[in-house]
């Protein structure tokens, strides 16, 4: 028999907060984990299809990060990405990837 935290799959939410001709803002919420990758990859396709000026990711409520999202953000990663107020791994894990620039300070 499972326990419920070996089936459960943690939770995260990306939402937009704010649209304009210009800009879109993400809010990115909870986890990112191996269990959920690919569900967060789903998420940046869909997104990425339908947005074509700049975006950025707010991940303020980002709470956990493993290094999935640096394979995710290799695939999906274009010149409109911009992340704000990541977790400090997670910041210094894109700027070792050489996507420094990507990170709004």
Known sequence: MHSWTETCTPLFRMRQVFENEQLTLFKIEGALTPQNAEVWEEEFTLIMQ?????????????????HELMNILKNFMSANMYFLNLPTPTRNMLRSAGLGSRVLD
Not at 50 to 66: G, K, N, W, Y
Request: aromatic share 6%.
């Open 50 to 66: 339908r947005v074509d000026h700049p975006m950025i990711f707010d991940c303020a409520s980002l709470s956990t990060t493993s």
